[in-house]
């Protein structure tokens, strides 16, 4: 059984590769991204039509390992989890695996730090943001 309770399928166009044919490793920067903004979705933190300045995350640190190139064709998805919930920041674990045989193609972790856009500043991390994250990947 998968540790990841929240998936979001990505195609793999042919602009998203380098000229070796491969997906280039910036691209998997932006899968990230992509299945994060619907992780908060499904988790009901982002809505459609919600400014981006309302999100009230911005990224502090990515850390990405690459595994096992993924080439043009391959069907992918993205997995998405809490770990871990501090004061103000918040540690997501993600991967991009193959979607039919959760081969892994690459793992990370990326910091998110709860942050008033408006007023320029780190916040701490709302009370139901924590509920969210606990209830639905158990992180504490």
Known sequence: MSKYH???PIEVRYGDL???GHLNNARFVTFFEQARIQYFRHLGLFKQ????MDIGV???DVH???KKPVEWG???KVGVRAI???TKSMTVEQCVVHAETEE???SGEVVMVAYDYYAQKSIPIPQDWRDAFQNFDGVQ
């Open 6 to 8: 929240f998936y979001h």
């Open 18 to 20: 380098d000229p070796q």
């Open 49 to 52: 039509g919600q400014s981006f």
């Open 58 to 60: 911005i990224l502090a």
């Open 64 to 66: 990405i390992a690459y």
């Open 74 to 76: 391959t069907p992918v």
């Open 84 to 86: 871990r919930i501090g």
């Open 104 to 106: 892994v193609f690459a």
